[in-house]
C-alpha cells in the first residue's frame, strides 16, 4: 500500500481516537489524560518517550540511524467553551470543548507515527529521525506569559532539529484539499492594554475634572483612523480593541477607563510602526489632562513559512493527493505559537480542509469537522518527513 492508502486502512482508528479526546477535552497545560494517550500510543511503537516536557508534552523519537532530524507537531489543548453540539461525542467536560481542532491533530500525528513505523519496519524510511511533537497549550499562555511552544523551546526540544512541520485542520476549508503557502502565512499577535486616567466630578460640573471615558473613546477612534485606507494584513498590520471599561456611576465622570485589544503583524518593522500608532494616539490625550499607560504582551511571533521545507513538503503533498487537492492560500491575522518552534529551525504549516456540508467556524459552540480529512493529514506529514529525510540527508 502507498502512505495514503496506509493512513486509510486507519481511518477507523483514527475517528476513533479524535472522539475520544473530544468527550474528554482540556485545557491548556492540563492535557494531562491526552498526553496519556499519545505517549502510550507512540511507546506501543516502540518508540523513546519523553513526558511532562513543557508542564504536560510529550515528545517521542523514531531512530532510523544517522541522518537529519525533523521534527512534526500536534498541539493538544481545548478551550473554554460549552460545546452546543448533539452527536454522540460531545463534550463531558462542561464548559471545554474541543472547538479548534487540536484533537483531530492528536490522532492525526498518532496515524503518522503509525505509518512511519511502518514504513521503517519495511526498510522504506530514509536514513535519520523523526521527532513527534505533542504540544500542550497553543491556545493560552500561562501566569509567566508563556505558550507551549514557549516552554517546549526553553527545554531543548528544538535543539538539532533541521525542519519542523505543522498542520492545522481548516473547518471552513474544502474538505480534503490542502494549502501551502511560502513566507508569512499567519500574523504575530500582541495584547494590548491601556489606561487612562482622568479625574472624576460631577457630571453637571464637567469643566471640574478630566473625563477619561471621552478621552479614551478618542484615543480608540485616532487608531483606527490612523490605519491606512484598503490596508494590507501582511504589509500594514491591524489593531483592533475588544474590550473598554470604566466610571463609576452614570452622573461621574470616569478618572480611569482600560482598554485591551489585539495587534497583528507579519513583520518586526510592521510591528513597530503598529506601537507607533499607539503611542501617537494615546500620547495626545494627555494634552487635554489625561495620564496614560500602554502595555504590550509578549505576543506570539508571525509564523514565516520556509521556502525549502514548504516546497519540500508541498512537492510530496502532490505526489500524494495530486495537483488539484493543492492549493494556495493567502496569509491569516490569526496567531499560531508553532511560529516559536519555526523560529528555531526551518519550518512550515499547512492547512488541511475538513468543512463539513455546513461548514463550522473555529471557536464557536458548534464546532466540528469532517473526519474523512483525518487519514489525509496523517499521510501528509508522513509524506512531507519521508521526502525531508531524503532532501535533507
Known sequence: MNLLEQAQALAEDLTAIRRDLH????????????????????????????????????????????????????????????EANTHDFVSQNDGVMHACGHDGHVAGLIGTARILAEERGAGRLPPGTVRFIFQPSEEAIDDEGKSGAMRLVEEGVMEGVDAVVGLHLGAPLPSGKLFFATGPIMAGAAEIHIEVHGKSSHAG????????????????????????????????????????????????????????????????????????????????????????????GTGYLPVINDERVTECVRAAAIDLVGEDDVLPIQPMTLAEDFSFLANEAPGTFFWLGAALPNPRMHHETDFDIDESALPIGAATLAAGAIRLLEEMG
Not at 56 to 76: F, K, S
Not at 252 to 281: C, H, K, N, P, W
Open 205 to 296: 460640573f464637567p469643566e471640574g475634572g478630566v473625563d477619561a471615558l471621552v478621552l479614551a473613546s478618542r484615543g480608540v477612534v485616532a487608531v483606527q483612523d490612523a490605519a491606512p485606507e484598503n490596508r494590507s494584513p501582511v504589509e500594514d498590520g491591524l489593531i483592533s480593541f475588544g474590550r473598554i471599561a470604566g466610571g463609576t456611576a452614570h452622573n461621574v465622570l470616569a478618572d480611569l477607563v482600560t482598554i485591551e485589544g489585539t495587534m497583528r503583524y507579519f513583520s518586526a518593522e510592521v510591528q513597530e510602526r503598529l506601537q507607533r500608532r499607539l503611542d501617537d494616539a494615546f500620547g495626545a490625550l494627555e494634552n487635554s489632562g489625561a495620564r496614560v499607560t500602554i502595555q504590550l
Open 23 to 82: 468527550q474528554n477535552p482540556e485545557l491548556s497545560f492540563q492535557e494531562v489524560r491526552t498526553a496519556g494517550i499519545a505517549a502510550k500510543a507512540m511507546e506501543a511503537l516502540g518508540f523513546s518517550v519523553r513526558t511532562g516536557v513543557g508542564r504536560t508534552g510529550v515528545i517521542a523519537e523514531l531512530d532510523n540511524g544517522v541522518g537529519p532530524l525533523i521534527a512534526l507537531r500536534a498541539d493538544m489543548d481545548a478551550l473554554p467553551i460549552k
